[in-house]
């Protein structure tokens, strides 16, 4: 991996709800973090070697500390079980430096937010710096039950202080799912859309949202979908610009998984085509998508494409790597 890494420590661990962890990084010295903007996720590498991807979830202005909010997954591999079954407070760990494939639009005049689960947690620093800067905005938060919802509390007193804002859908108790396509098609043709949770929930978003100026509409996946499809049907072969090697990339293989096997050092991190890491320029041919991260506009432009998943359309790719 080649992102540049910052050492931070663990200063604070806080449950927010059942299931779910605040994680609190500082600088040992207590100077500043980077900067980063509302939407931003970061890599941690964990001690045990695995590396995962996470929302920031803090208000942007706070340069003295990065918060995360982690959901313990069921299904963990390593990422979420190790961070709750280990006490890591006081503990030192890298971290990457923030990116953003899911920035705000500061400037909208209404900002609609719809979270499902740990979804939210982007939408938490979004909602902080859209107070920061008093612009109008919604949220539809569809959580499994109340004790399960991230930010409660918070999200309560905001509704408290100006309602109308916050909607809580609880699947339990309420007896249905948050109807995303209701929320969508309510929402006035001007305002931006941002909607974050299991794949389900963006399927449904992103027909809901279609006939809407694409520039409106944002989306990310927190895990990939489990029918994802990585690389492509048929083989091709694979060039590298800065020394012209070849690599057959066999059907239905990753990119990345073929330059790591032959000793080659690419950039990357989830391997999911979720975080943006592993995005290269393509210079030759044309490259069939199978990511989360680049827009409609992005993917027609065949100028990136994210090697831990996505494969080729055309019989000979050429990357700048």
Same mark, same amino acid.
């Given at each position: 991996m080649t992102d540049s890494l910052l050492d931070v420590v663990v200063h604070a661990v806080t449950p927010i709800a059942e299931g779910v962890r605040s994680f609190d990084l500082r600088r040992a010295d207590g100077g500043e973090l980077p900067p980063f903007t509302a939407g931003s996720h970061i890599?941690?590498?964990?001690?045990?070697?695995?590396?995962?991807?996470?929302?920031?979830?803090?208000?942007?202005?706070?340069?003295?500390?990065?918060?995360?909010?982690?959901?313990?997954?069921?299904?963990?591999?390593?990422?979420?079980?190790?961070?709750?079954?280990?006490?890591?407070?006081?503990?030192?760990?890298?971290?990457?430096?923030?990116?953003?494939?899911?920035?705000?639009?500061?400037?909208?005049?209404?900002?609609?937010l719809i979270g499902g689960g740990i979804g939210v947690t982007p939408l938490h620093s979004m909602i902080l710096r859209l107070e920061e800067l008093g612009k109008d905005w919604q949220l539809y938060y569809g959580v499994r039950d109340r004790a399960s919802a991230a930010f409660r509390e918070e999200f309560?007193?905001?509704?408290?202080?100006?309602?109308?804002?916050?909607?809580?859908?609880?699947?339990?108790?309420?007896?249905?799912?948050?109807?995303?396509?209701?929320?969508?098609?309510?929402?006035?043709?001007?305002?931006?859309?941002?909607?974050?949770?299991?794949?389900?929930?963006? @399927?449904?978003?992103?027909?809901?949202?279609?006939?809407?100026?694409?520039?409106?509409?944002?989306?990310?996946?927190?895990?990939?979908?489990?029918?994802?499809?990585?690389?492509?049907?048929?083989?091709?072969?694979?060039?590298?610009?800065?020394?012209?090697?070849?690599?057959?990339?066999p059907a239905?293989?990753?990119?990345?998984?073929?330059?790591? @096997?032959?000793?080659?050092?690419?950039?990357?991190?989830?391997?999911e085509g979720e975080c943006a890491s592993c995005l290269v320029e393509v210079l030759e041919g044309t490259p069939d998508h199978r990511d989360y991260v680049l827009g409609e506009k992005e993917r027609a432009e065949n100028k990136l494409m994210a090697i831990c998943v996505s494969g080729s359309k055309t019989k000979r790719l050429v990357i700048n790597l």
């Open positions: 890599d941690v590498h964990l001690p045990n070697g695995l590396v995962r991807c996470y929302s920031l979830v803090n208000a942007p202005s706070e340069r003295n500390r990065y918060v995360l909010g982690v959901s313990l997954d069921r299904n963990s591999s390593g990422g979420s079980a190790y961070m709750f079954e280990n006490d890591l407070t006081g503990q030192t760990i890298k971290i990457g430096s923030p990116r953003n494939n899911f920035a705000l639009v500061e400037d909208a005049d209404l900002v609609v309560e007193a905001l509704e408290a202080a100006r309602p109308g804002r916050v909607h809580f859908n609880f699947d339990l108790e309420d007896g249905h799912m948050l109807d995303t396509v209701k929320v969508v098609k309510e929402v006035p043709a001007g305002a931006h859309l941002y909607c974050c949770g299991p794949a389900p929930m963006l @399927d449904i978003f992103k027909t809901a949202a279609e006939g809407r100026a694409p520039e409106t509409v944002h989306l990310e996946y927190f895990s990939a979908p489990d029918d994802a499809v990585i690389g492509s049907e048929e083989s091709f072969t694979l060039v590298l610009k800065s020394s012209g090697k070849e690599f057959e990339i239905g293989e990753s990119i990345l998984g073929v330059l790591l @096997d032959n000793g080659i050092s690419a950039p990357y991190s989830c391997g």
